[in-house]
Every structure is written in C-alpha cells, then in structure tokens.
C-alpha cells in the first residue's frame, strides 16, 4: 500500500523529538507530542447505524484513535491485531477505561456492517465509525494528520488502496494527546504504556 501521507507523520515525530519540556508520566515509549492536542469534536456513525458524538461517547477514557480501512493490506489489521492482543491481557481496571476507535478513510465500502464484522476479528468491543469523507477529513486534520488519498487502480484492476496515516493517536482522560505510537510499535510496548495512560495526569492547563 502507498503510504504517501505519511511524510506528515514522518514531520510529527521529528518535532516531537526536537520539543521542549518532556511532561511524560514515567517512561512512555510513543512518541511525545511537541505540544498537547485537544481531543477535537466531531460526530460520525457508529456500527450500529446511530450518530456517535466522538468526543461526548469517549469522554474520561483513553482513547485510541486510528485512521485505515478495512481492505487495507498491512497497516490497518496490524494495529488492531496488536491492540487486540494486549488489552486483553491488561487488569480490568485498565482495560475498562480503554476506548479504541477505528475511522475508515473509505467509506465508500466500509459500511457500518462491513466495519463491526471486520473489527470483530480483533475485538469486539473496538468502536468502528464511517461518514461522509468531508466529516473524515476534518477529523483527521484536527488531530494533525494528514487527510487520506484514494490511490487509482491500475488499468484493467478495479481495486484500490488509500493512503493514510498510520500512527495512533492517544487521548488520555484529560481529553488531550500527547503522545502518538506509529505503526510497528511491539504489544510489549503497549502493554507497558497502556496502564501508565490510564493513569497519566498531565497539567498543561
């Protein structure tokens, strides 16, 4: 899959790494944000076909917000097989207070029913959201992402990929990010930063 919209992501991190002050509740192994993200406000339609107001229904969990599809060869399942894999083995105490939210950058297939059958392979308790691609676009650049490109078939193929961002973007209760784990990052990491996000208390206010 061409992941051309990445070189925004490839930007965030070196800023992050080039930022001032490190406020990280112990040792987390993301990437730290040069500054804190507000978890923005947007209202896309869950699986079940109804509204989902996303910052209202995650409100005080951390919040684990990726960007893919579910066509997608690569990227997509291997996030979610990782989270899949670790939230599971986390106490339960941690693991309720965990939201992970899947937003399709094709909506075109990712039906509502498409997504929960799809997300179900990892996790039934995933959140799967589709809308229209102007609703997705804003969400996606009011997290600094760069917005999804449907890539063209080749001729004869009536197939396609869309590049997207493969990073996950984290919100911990305080309704604010600052710290994004790309793709690649192993379930020993997650299973060590998760507890520490639930529990993280940063004071940038």
């Not at 070196?14 to 406000?41: H, I, N, S």
């Not at 869950?46 to 060869?73: E, K, M, S």
């Not at 894999?85 to 986390?90: D, F, S």
């Not at 937003?103 to 997504?115: A, E, G, H, K």
Request: glycine share 8%; net charge neutral.
């Amino acid at each position: 899959m061409t992941m051309r919209p990445c070189w925004g992501i490839v930007g965030l991190a070196a800023l992050a790494a080039c930022g001032g002050a490190d406020r990280r509740p112990g040792d987390l192994r993301g990437v730290t944000l040069p500054a804190p993200l507000a978890k923005p406000e947007f209202t896309l339609t869950g699986t079940d076909g109804r509204p989902f107001n996303f910052r209202q229904r995650t409100d005080g969990y951390t919040t684990l917000v990726f960007f893919g599809y579910t066509h997608c060869p690569d990227v997509c399942p291997l996030q979610m097989a990782t989270l899949g894999a670790v939230i599971p083995k986390l106490t339960p105490g941690v693991a309720q207070r965990i939201r992970v939210v899947f937003i399709t950058t094709d909506p075109r297939r990712d039906t509502p029913q498409r997504l929960r059958s799809w997300l179900d392979h990892f996790d039934p308790d995933f959140i799967g959201l589709t809308g229209d691609s102007a609703t997705i676009a804003r969400a996606q650049e009011a997290m600094n992402l760069p917005t999804s490109v449907v890539e063209p078939p080749a001729p004869g193929d009536s197939n396609y990929t869309v590049g997207h961002s493969a990073v996950i973007v984290a919100f911990t209760a305080d309704d604010e990010s600052h710290v994004i784990y790309p793709t690649g990052t192993r379930q020993e990491d997650w299973a060590h930063d998760l507890p520490r996000l639930v529990r993280a208390r940063w004071s940038s206010r």
